[in-house]
């Protein structure tokens, strides 16, 4: 589980090895911890999707290329912001890869400072993005253990509909609706079923 003091690192998928010693000797100058891959295939097979990171990534490289890792980064739920560098860009690469969610597209040869400020600004984006995807998943792990009776209970909780009207809807009493409030709570191990509404809103759960 990530750790919220957890500093992040910097993942370089590239399948140039000058780029990569050059982007590590860069990072290593201002103290950010960096990894580097030729590959796709060789930085998927080595993810910690738990870490926090950044992601550096090359268009054109033997394999999957950087569109298709950044698809399937994707399709995991993986929350790096991703960095795409590349010689072949045009406005075309990089309208594709912003709209799938890359947060900047650079030329090579990058400029070193340009490189910095960016890299610098996605760690704290991914330091955050990575704290609250462990935090929504603290909330989903202790949501696990509830039934379904107690799932709608705590849906019409969330949704603002008070005991006497969730007893009305469910066909039931207004005693009962109450036991299920303080299952729910002592279930998930809530200080309060006002803290549980607050974690699952901010988190957008589907209950």
């Known amino acids: 589980m990530t750790d919220p003091g957890t500093q992040a690192v910097v993942h370089v998928v590239d399948d140039d090895e000058d780029l990569r010693h050059s982007m590590v000797f860069l990072l290593q100058s201002v103290e950010i911890s960096a990894l580097t891959y030729p590959s796709s295939a060789s930085f998927l097979e080595e993810l910690d999707a738990q870490e926090p990171a950044v992601v550096i990534v090359d268009v054109r490289m033997p394999g999957l290329s950087g569109f298709q890792l950044q698809e399937e980064l994707v399709r995991r739920g993986y929350p790096a912001p991703i960095i795409f560098c590349s010689a072949h860009g045009d406005i075309p690469m990089s309208v594709r890869a912003m709209r799938a969610g890359a947060v900047d ?9 340009r ?10 984006a991914a330091e955050r993005a990575f704290a609250g995807q462990a935090g929504r998943r603290r909330v989903e792990e202790r949501l696990g253990g509830l039934t379904p009776r107690e799932r709608e209970v705590l849906r019409l909780v969330v949704d603002g509909v008070p005991s006497r009207s969730i007893a009305r809807r469910l066909g039931t009493s207004v005693k009962t609706v109450d036991v299920h409030r303080a299952r729910i709570k002592a279930k998930t191990e809530a200080e309060n079923l006002g803290t549980l509404v607050r974690d699952v809103l901010l988190h957008q759960i589907r209950v």
């Open 115 to 124: 490189m910095l400020e960016v890299v610098q600004t996605q760690l704290r």
């Open 105 to 113: 597209f650079l030329e090579k040869p990058y400029e070193p400072q």
